[in-house]
């Protein structure tokens, strides 16, 4: 069974960092391209940062120079740095895209997401 579990998420002041990871079981998480999407409360799911196989990455303007994404053989990891409130949210790790892609239609498989509070 295809399944994605995020983690990591947590409430950190204006400013502060945190770690998510999302692990994969089913697949070979390397192979994948995968994503990471956050979703405000009233506000539609946003792509944060994508990586494919390869390990090209493409970011949403609002968090590049802030936000690091990278991949190994069993996890994805989003580094958020320099956090501000405005990236509160519900945080999920996603897979199954053909090329990085901040669109939540180019992926087949989704977490149940991690929750990021920024105040």
């Known amino acids: 069974q295809v399944q994605l579990v995020e983690s990591g998420g947590g409430s950190v002041q204006n400013g502060g960092s945190l770690r998510l990871s999302c692990a994969a079981s089913?697949?070979?998480?390397?192979?994948?391209?995968m994503g990471w999407f956050r979703q405000a409360p009233g506000k539609e799911r946003e792509g944060v940062g994508a990586?494919?196989?390869?390990?090209q990455i493409v970011y949403a303007d609002s968090v590049k120079g802030r936000f690091t994404l990278s991949k190994d053989n069993t996890k994805v990891t989003l580094d958020l740095d320099k956090l501000r409130p405005e990236d509160s949210g519900m945080y999920y790790c996603?897979?199954?895209?053909?090329?990085?892609?901040?669109?939540?239609?180019?992926?087949?498989?989704w977490g149940q997401g991690t929750q990021v509070t920024v105040s």
């Open positions: 996603a897979a199954g895209c053909w090329a990085p892609a901040l669109t939540p239609r180019a992926f087949t498989v």
């Open positions: 089913g697949f070979t998480l390397s192979t994948y391209c």
């Open positions: 990586i494919d196989s390869d390990g």
